[in-house]
């Protein structure tokens, strides 16, 4: 999310950065918005302030026994708050319109990002691993699992519907086989905190990490319970009570009460307020929904949100194995077969929280951790630069990994390496203070490390023999209990 005085004196570049995304020019519609949130803003402090002074001034006059001057001063109050309030919903409007718009917009890609309209103008940086020769003609991952019997996507349909699996025996203990392996390997040589997360997250979460509100299609959302709805009814009618306590008190207010009565006056307005501001909040958290993590990228992000760190604490560096869930909204047609694509997958992530300056170096660091391991289970692999046209919302850089498939004879995503500067800690408010004692945004980085079920694919399709058979990597047999061959069960 941007910053609009960063905008304002940045406009030229920040529109650059959008066109490089094959987007319009829109820092002069964003000035306009701006513009008109800070004339309602002004309209309401102006005549905020002349119904604090007119309020006094009542006392005043009643006090000397100028009555008529009193009474035409009650008149004013009685008409600024009328028109405070018309201020007020304009000024909240303004800034909620101008809010959308920023959140609305995809990070600025770095200068050396290239240039380009789709995965076809990536960039590949470094091919790692040769391909395996076969003496066979190599099958696809479902063929290789289904003729285990161990790959089964009729019974998941069944149960859940298109794009599931059920995993059994020795593939359902390939699959934690890899995620202990990776989770063992980040934590205990590439410095990661093991994390086991929250799934399910409120909207600041998933506004904070920009899967919202952009991407709302491509989530999951749960609902809340039936009886959620009699709370809220009990919270909007105490609210309602609250709300006539505080026009009562302001009445008091305007009409000039003296001395001491006006003292606890003032304290049941504030009082009134209060109240009211909780049963508003929470209203709004039982009626959020709690939204199906697309990635613990989310959760793992979110660790630092309105949060000030202490420079000295970072880098943060944290992973976690959990189940990924997406709608896939866009992929009709797209891997209808198998498990390259699927709602629900297993995925363990890697996130950093680092200072501005330290965050290149970091995203150049979390590519080789992701690498390794592929690295260790002996997959042929490449590197890619994403370009502009291909890169995430989020995202100033992004590297694939991209995992060697001889079933499909291509190269196929695995992993996804981003750093994403202060884009995402200005939408969670998640700050450092420097050695100067100022707070500043931190930086995020995330990436795959890696997509457990996209691993076991590759594992299946690189490791399959002539008999059917699939020998398992020696870097995993120890996850395995010693099993070095997974054969029809």
Same mark, same amino acid.
């Given at each position: @999310?941007? #910053? ?15 066109? *490089? ?14 513009? =008109? ?28 026994? %100028?009555?008529? &001057? ?8 009685? !008409? ?47 091919? %790692?691993?040769?391909?395996?020769? @076969? #003496?066979?003609?190599?099958? +696809?991952?479902?063929?290789i699992g289904e003729a285990l019997g161990l790959m089964d996507f009729e019974t998941a349909a069944k149960i859940s519907g298109? &794009? ?8 359902? *203990? ?26 399910? %997250? ?5 506004? $904070? ?26 919270? +909007?009618? =105490? ?6 306590? !505080? ?14 009565? &006006? ?7 504030? =009082? ?14 039982l009626r959020s929904n709690f939204w199906l993590i697309p990635t613990a990228e989310v959760p793992l992000t979110n660790l ?44 363990? +992530? ?21 690498? +390794? ?13 994403l370009c502009t046209g291909d890169m995430g919302f989020a995202s100033q850089k992004t590297y694939d990994i991209e995992v ?17 500067? #202060? ?25 795959? $490390? ?27 047999? %120890?996850? @395995?209990?010693?099993? !070095? ?5």
């Amino acid at each position: @999310m941007y #910053d609009i005085k960063w905008i304002r004196e940045n406009a030229e570049s920040f529109d650059r950065g959008l066109k *490089r995304r094959g987007l319009e020019p829109r820092a002069e519609k964003l000035f306009a918005l701006d513009d =008109a949130r800070r004339w309602a803003i002004a309209k309401s402090q102006k005549t905020q302030e002349r119904r604090n002074a007119a309020s006094k001034e009542i006392g005043a006059a009643m006090k000397a026994g %100028v009555f008529l &001057r009193a009474d035409a001063l009650k008149t004013e109050v009685a !008409e600024l708050k009328t028109a405070l309030a018309a201020y007020e919903t304009e000024e909240r409007e303004a800034i909620a319109e101008l809010d959308k718009a920023l959140a609305e917009i995809p990070n600025t890609p770095l200068d050396d990002v290239p240039d380009g309209a789709d995965e076809n103008d990536n960039v590949e940086l470094r091919r %790692v691993g040769e391909p395996r020769a @076969m #003496d066979l003609q190599p099958n +696809e991952h479902f063929d290789i699992g289904e003729a285990l019997g161990l790959m089964d996507f009729e019974t998941a349909a069944k149960i859940s519907g298109a &794009r599931f699996v059920v995993l059994k025996g020795a593939l359902a *203990r390939l699959q934690r086989a890899l995620s202990q392996f990776m989770l063992d390997l980040h934590t205990s040589e590439h410095g990661y905190t093991e994390v086991n997360p929250p799934i399910l %997250v409120r909207d600041d979460a998933m506004f $904070g990490t920009a899967q919202l509100p952009k991407f709302r299609e491509d989530q999951f959302w749960t609902t809340t319970q039936p009886e959620v709805d009699e709370l809220i009814e009990q919270h +909007e009618a =105490a609210s309602a009570k609250a709300s006539d306590k !505080e026009k009562v008190a302001q009445q008091k207010l305007d009409e000039g009460t003296p001395g001491e009565i &006006r003292r606890n006056v003032q304290v049941d307005l504030i =009082a009134a307020k209060v109240q009211k501001e909780r049963r508003v909040r929470a209203i709004a958290q039982l009626r959020s929904n709690f939204w199906l993590i697309p990635t613990a990228e989310v959760p793992l992000t979110n660790l630092v949100r309105e949060k000030i760190l202490d420079e000295k604490e970072l880098p943060l560096r944290f992973t976690a194995c959990t189940p990924c869930f997406r709608a896939e909204a866009g992929a009709a047609g797209k891997d209808t077969r198998g498990m390259i694509r699927q709602h629900q997958f297993t995925k363990v +992530e890697l996130v950093s929280i680092t200072t501005p300056n330290a965050s290149l170096a970091e995203h150049d660091r979390m590519l080789l951790c992701a690498e +390794e391991v592929l690295k260790r289970i002996k997959l042929p692999y490449r590197v890619v630069t994403l370009c502009t046209g291909d890169m995430g919302f989020a995202s100033q850089k992004t590297y694939d990994i991209e995992v060697w498939l001889p079933g499909q004879n291509r190269y196929r995503e695995i992993s996804s390496v981003s750093v994403c500067g #202060d884009f995402q800690a200005r939408r969670m408010n998640a700050r450092y203070r420097a050695g100067d004692g100022k707070p500043r945004f931190v930086h995020t980085l995330n990436g795959s $490390g890696v997509a457990v079920g996209r691993a076991l694919v590759a594992v299946l399709e690189n490791y399959q023999n002539a008999d059917g058979s699939v020998t398992v990597p020696e870097a995993l047999r %120890v996850y @395995m209990g010693g099993i !070095e061959t997974i054969t029809k069960a």
